[in-house]
């Protein structure tokens, strides 16, 4: 199960930090994406980061804005927004793809096994 948190409202420029809990299994078995959706548009990725957080990849519109990081030990993803635009207003969903090797990682929504409920971000011009 993932619970994401951390949404709201924020100005342009300035900062979210959204989590995702897991909880029911083993957390540094999955690698751990983020996704968002748009009022009226497809799914989209966000980021992405591995089994041992090494590797990370990241869409190129949030590129130098967000970061992605987890803690094994706390079973929690999370997503550093900084530099927040209009466009990035959506609602944000956490997911988990068990992985078959530690340094994997994956745009791709379909190889995602499990997905949280979403977090609501809206930023204001």
């Known amino acids: 199960q993932l619970q994401a948190s951390g949404g709201g409202l924020v100005q342009a420029g300035g900062s979210l930090r959204l989590s995702c809990a897991a909880s029911?299994?083993?957390?540094?078995?999955?690698?751990m994406g983020w996704f968002r959706q748009a009022p009226g548009k497809e799914r989209e990725f966000v980021a992405a980061i591995a089994r041992v957080g090494v590797s990370t990849r990241y869409a190129d519109s949030v590129k130098g804005r967000f970061t992605i990081s987890r803690d094994n030990a706390k079973n929690t993803v999370y997503l550093q927004m900084n530099g927040l635009k209009p466009e990035d207003t959506a609602v944000y969903f956490c997911a988990a793809d068990e992985a078959s090797t530690s340094l994997y990682t994956t745009q791709s929504s379909g190889r995602y096994d499990y997905w949280g409920q979403g977090t609501e971000v809206t930023v204001s011009s």
């Open positions: 029911g299994g083993t957390f540094s078995r999955y690698a």
